[in-house]
């Protein structure tokens, strides 16, 4: 799945998060197929989109991660990642 | 309107808002070119639409504002909808500038996106943050505010080399939204529980729903804190102002309690929620090193698990 397609060079759009989510993400693993969440010329993502893009995959099932392939992501994004993918399996003080 | 207006006295803008319990709102100009901080602008975009939707009218008082004026380069009386005050002869746009914008909804923002905030001419690293805030102060208003106006976006850099943000509407409150789902006694309380990583007005749980992170202000408090720049909200009866760090190395804290913060009670409330964030231009701070840092305060602020957190497999 190419983020840029839906999402632009810029990733904050939530909507286009959550379509991916649903009709890509949760519809593939549920079948237990790996995915692919393609950044390529994504430059930068806010961390509300990729909270709506993987935190609810993530809270719901933490081995998801093992089937999902995070691709061609920088520095930043990265980051975003990983700080979602860690609260998301966690509760807060 | 005064001369000038900053966050830094943002406090004194405020202050000055008055009512009569009439529906008009009225703008007087002070001088002939106030140089008003964004967040300003917006506000009063905000006020207008509350007037005009409630059968009221906009008056602007005092001196005309000429063709080259800060005022119209920002294209202020377009947003508070007196187009009828806008000088003929506008200025080309010079890169320093994203005019005052309202945006209702999801298909405006990515057009505003497109369209406006590139006329910010800025290093990639400082247009990236302009971006992230953007998105993330509108997408807050458009989902959490419930005000049928959505928001108005502007943005400015300044003579010192800030860039200047502000993002505001004329919507329910952070009070009424906290509340929601949270319990807060009072507004103070409110404003420091949407500061904090993991608290969402959309939902009691913390660390959100599948929608909503409830991370948007504190990572817009964390690039404020790290730039030692400004940042306010002004909601209901409460101003708050974070003020700069001045210690060498800057922090991230996950409460507004632990932050230099200074708190006004407004005489007047606004009736809405407005933002305003300074950015410095320098890329003195790395989008990625401010990441890190942000990452560390969820790192430390979660129970520890049962498991070790699985981690995100990149290639």
């Not at chain 1, 061609?72 to 509760?91: D, F, G, K, R, S």
């Not at chain 2, 005019?99 to 497109?114: V, Y």
């Not at chain 2, 943005?155 to 409150?173: F, K, M, Q, T």
């Amino acid at each position: 799945m190419k983020i840029h397609a839906s999402a632009g060079e810029f990733a904050g759009n939530k909507d286009a998060a959550a379509h991916i989510r649903e009709n890509y993400l949760k519809y593939e693993l549920k079948k237990r197929h790996a995915v692919v969440l393609d950044f390529e010329d994504v430059g930068l993502a806010t961390q509300s989109f990729i909270h709506a893009l993987i935190a609810e995959v993530v809270r719901e099932d933490p081995n998801a991660l093992e089937l999902i392939d995070f691709k061609n992501c920088n520095e930043e994004i990265q980051a975003l990642i990983e700080i979602v993918v860690e609260y998301a399996q966690n509760q807060y003080e | 309107m005064p001369e000038q207006v900053g966050l830094s006295s943002i406090e004194q803008f405020a202050g000055l808002l008055a009512t009569d319990q009439m529906k008009d709102l009225t703008v007087v100009l002070a001088g002939s070119d106030p140089r008003v901080h964004p967040i300003a602008l917006c506000m009063l975009a905000a006020l207008a639409d509350v007037a005009l939707a409630s059968g009221g009218q906009v008056v602007v008082d005092g001196v005309a504002a000429s063709a080259d004026s800060s005022l119209q380069r920002m294209q202020f009386f377009e947003g508070i909808k007196r187009t009828d005050l806008v000088e003929s002869a506008q200025p080309e746009p010079t890169g320093n500038r994203i005019p005052l914008r309202q945006i209702r909804d999801n298909k405006e923002m990515k057009k505003f996106a497109t369209d406006f905030i590139p006329l910010l001419h800025t290093t990639p690293s400082a247009g990236a943050a302009v971006s992230y805030v953007m998105w993330e102060l509108v997408r807050n208003v458009i989902e959490h505010a419930g005000s049928s106006c959505g928001a108005f976006a502007a943005a400015e850099i300044d003579a010192a080399g800030r860039i200047l943000i502000g993002v505001a509407d004329g919507g329910i409150g952070v009070t009424k939204s906290i509340r929601r789902s949270h319990s807060a006694p009072d507004e103070r309380r409110a404003i420091s529980l949407a500061f904090q990583p993991g608290v969402s007005g959309a939902t009691s749980a913390y660390g959100g729903n599948e929608t909503n992170g409830g991370a948007g202000l504190f990572f817009m408090k964390s690039m404020a804190s790290l730039a030692q720049q400004h940042m306010v909200m002004i909601t209901d009866s409460t101003l708050m102002r974070l003020e700069k760090h001045s210690m060498a190395e800057p922090v991230v804290h996950s409460s507004l309690d632990q932050d230099i913060v200074s708190w006004f009670d407004l005489s007047v409330p606004f009736p809405g929620t407005a933002v305003g964030v300074n950015l410095s231009l320098e890329e003195t701070v790395a989008f990625s090193e401010l990441l890190k840092e942000i990452g560390k305060i969820y790192h430390l602020d979660v129970r520890a698990g049962k498991n070790a957190a699985k981690k995100a497999k990149f290639t």
